[in-house]
């Protein structure tokens, strides 16, 4: 029998390994492939959570690159791309709500 659980554990052990060697991933988020820079894991209200920047996301010339969300159970396909990334500046890395508990970080 599948356990989901399973999966949760596998997507956070596997995100803790990227963040903790600076490595891309590529998964499928929302039915799309991306590539993404992990920079933090976060614990919401019981619900882990992939800080990350999105280098294909388009932005304004004037805006600077961000950490989006990722709800890990909206990820799957997982996998590391085999390069590294720069991180942002560590002000980005600061947890977004006081409540959230950092499982890893950059």
Do not use: W
């Not at 950490?67 to 997982?78: E, K, M, P, R, V």
């Amino acid at each position: 029998m599948h356990n989901p659980a399973d999966d949760t554990v596998t997507r956070i052990a596997l995100c803790t390994l990227a963040i903790e060697r600076r490595a891309a991933i590529k998964a499928r988020y929302n039915g799309a492939e991306v590539e993404l820079h992990p920079h933090q894991l976060v614990d919401r209200n019981g619900t882990p959570y992939l800080r990350a920047a999105n280098p294909a996301k388009a932005r304004r010339i004037d805006e600077a690159p961000a950490l989006g969300f990722f709800h890990l159970g909206g990820l799957s396909d997982l996998t590391l791309c085999g390069h590294s990334f720069e991180p942002l500046s560590a002000e980005s890395t600061a947890p977004a709500r006081e409540t959230d508990t950092v499982l890893a970080t950059l």
